[in-house]
T-cell receptor
Framework: EAQVTQNPRYLITVTGKKLTVTCSQN?????MSWYRQDPGLGLRQIYY???????DKGDVPEGYKVSRKEKRNFPLILESPSPNQTSLYFC??????????FGPGTRLTVL | AQSVTQLDSQVPVFEEAPVELRCNYS??????LFWYVQYPNQGLQLLLK??????LVESINGFEAEFNKSQTSFHLRKPSVHISDTAEYFC?????????????FGAGTRLFVKA
């Protein structure tokens, strides 16, 4: 089954404790992206990647890191999480210029 | 920089009535346009897309949207809504510029269909 998977689905952590949210797709898509969804703001792009070893900033990259060492994986790293990073996070993938396929979401709470 | 405006945050409508959800974007150079739908407690899924060609695009469940380059709009319409259409709808623009390929989403429109 074609899909985008994210782990964990739910995470409660404390300020400053490094965490990684994994994202994997099995559709051989070049393009992968991370978004955060906050009420009233829609989805905002954090980082995206157009291919292996090619990443670029979206609109809200501060406080986040990504890497794209393999085509299928695109982890999101929060080196020192803060409460303002409490949000619902979505990973997505697509062929370049086509519609994106979204993962189920990761609900992160930073205390 | 590209921006996407969804003019209505909430749209209440009675079942079987027509509905229009409005979307405007700021720049029409090398853009790809999408509408996504998010049902309660679920992820996003594609509703319809405009990449090129005919400016009127349709979905399998009766929605349609028209790309209007001069007005930089991509409004979503359905002639007769069902209770099951209750969801949040997001307009998105993918913008190929400056060597990158950002995607900008609107803030979303919550559609409430009442019996």
């Amino acid at each position: 089954e074609a899909q985008v998977t994210q782990n964990p689905r739910y995470l409660i952590t404390v300020t400053g404790k490094k965490l990684t949210v994994t994202c994997s797709q099995n559709m051989n898509h070049e393009y992968m992206s991370w978004y955060r969804q906050d009420p009233g703001l829609g989805l905002r792009q954090i980082y995206y990647s157009m291919n292996v070893e090619v990443t670029d900033k979206g609109d809200v990259p501060e406080g986040y890191k990504v890497s794209r060492k393999e085509k299928r994986n695109f982890p999101l790293i929060l080196e020192s999480p803060s409460p303002n990073q409490t949000s619902l996070y979505f990973c997505a993938s697509s062929l370049l210029g086509q519609e994106q396929f979204f993962g189920p979401g990761t609900r992160l709470t930073v205390l | 920089a590209q921006s996407v405006t969804q003019l209505d945050s909430q749209v209440p409508v009675f079942e079987e009535a027509p509905v229009e959800l409005r979307c405007n974007y700021s720049s029409s150079v090398s853009v790809y346009l999408f509408w996504y739908v998010q049902y309660p407690n679920q992820g996003l899924q594609l509703l319809l897309k405009y990449l090129s060609g005919s400016t009127l695009v349709e979905s399998i469940n009766g929605f349609e949207a028209e790309f209007n380059k001069s007005q930089t709009s991509f409004h979503l319409r359905k002639p007769s809504v069902h209770i099951s259409d209750t969801a949040e709808y997001f307009c998105a623009v993918s913008d190929l510029s400056d060597g990158g390929f950002k995607t900008i989403f609107g803030a979303g429109t919550r559609l409430f269909v009442k019996a």
